[in-house]
Structure formats: C-alpha cells, structure tokens
C-alpha cells in the first residue's frame, strides 16, 4: 500500500492525570482548583468523602490518595502522576511524616514537603523568606495577600506563581528528602502543572 494512504500515526500528547491528596481542608484545595484551568495536563484534586472525619496527618493523606488510585481503573500508573502536599511542623515528631514518605516509595508515589507549612509556600509568591521566620507564617501570609490586594488564589499571576517556584528552587537541596528551613517541595508539582505555561 502507498505510504500516501497510510493511516498517519496518532502523535498527540495524551492528558497525563496529576492525581492531588493534600492535608489542609480549605487553602491547599482551593490552591490547586485555581491551578487546574492553567495546566495542560488533568489536575486532580482527591476529596475526602463527608462521612468520615478528617484525618489531617500525613499518614491519612496518603490513604485518601491511596484510596483514590485503587478504586479508580482509569489511572494509568506508569504513566500517571500521584502525589501528596504535606507538612513537616509537628508530623516530623510524631513520626507521621517519614511513615507516609515510606509508603509513597512503596507505592511509587511522589511527596511535596513544606517546611514548615503550606503557607511559607504561599509566602514565596511575593517574597523569599529567610531566617528566623516570623513567628506565625500564616498571619503573616495573609498580610502580605492584603498588601496585594488578592482576596482569593485566582488572582495569584503566572509571574507570581513563577516567581515562588523560582525562590524555592533556588533554597532547596536536592540531596535532602526535607526542604531547608525555610522551604518547599511545592514547586516541583506545581512546574510540572504549568510548565507549558511557564512563560505566559
């Protein structure tokens, strides 16, 4: 047969699904649901059914996200992306931490750690903290949103979601599970959601 009626090979990129557990029940969610019409991949958030109490901790994000890929046959699990957004503050201590970091190896899921929590993350979208931190990250998270004028994390800009991607990259330790004090492994998700639109 004529290679001119060769049935052309299909060579369009296919959706790759970020499936998201978090640990924060209001601004981790509502984060990454403002990140979703931005990505050229699926962003996935994992929701805990209202039924069951909320377990915050590091060991309970991962059975929700866990939960989440074995009931689902759609996910493709050598291709697809799984990931939990925690914390390190009081987890670490307690030992949560490093067992949920044990069973995403096991399972092949990918971690993102802020330390000490997921407001220093948002802290880095409009400056780059240093030590000592301020006493309270998140009362002073939402100063520095009002001094913005963002009410909301639609407003939050491609330059400053580059921005926070950029002062955590350029702090972190590749050769360390943990972030540095002060840190995040946030930006490595959040590259990857965005990366095609990394320059718009």
């Not at 958030?45 to 309970?60: E, M, Q, R």
């Not at 000490?116 to 000592?132: I, K, N, R, T, Y």
């Not at 840190?183 to 990366?195: A, D, F, N, P, R």
Request: glycine share 4%.
């Amino acid at each position: 047969m004529s290679s001119r009626y060769r049935r052309k090979r299909d060579t369009r990129r296919v959706r790759k699904n970020f499936v998201i557990a978090v640990e924060g029940e209001r601004d981790e969610p509502a984060y990454f649901q403002m990140l979703q019409p931005r990505s050229s991949n699926n962003v996935i958030l994992v929701i805990a059914p209202p039924n069951i109490p909320y377990d915050a901790s590091p060991t309970g994000t991962f059975r929700r996200l866990f939960n989440e890929v074995n009931q689902n046959p759609r996910y493709d699990k050598s291709y697809d992306e799984f990931w939990i957004v925690i914390d390190i503050d009081r987890y670490q201590r307690q030992g949560k931490l490093q067992e949920a970091v044990k069973d995403c190896r096991r399972e092949g899921y990918l971690f993102a750690v802020s330390r000490p929590s997921f407001d220093l993350w948002l802290v880095f979208h409009f400056e780059e903290p240093v030590e000592p931190l301020p006493k309270d990250i998140k009362k002073h998270r939402k100063i520095l949103f009002n001094r913005h004028h963002i009410n909301d994390f639609s407003k939050l800009t491609m330059a400053q979601i580059r921005r926070a991607c950029g002062f955590a990259r350029a702090g972190d330790d590749l050769s360390q599970t943990w972030p540095q004090v002060p840190g995040s492994h946030v930006y490595k998700l959040v590259e990857k959601l965005i990366s095609p639109n990394m320059a718009s």
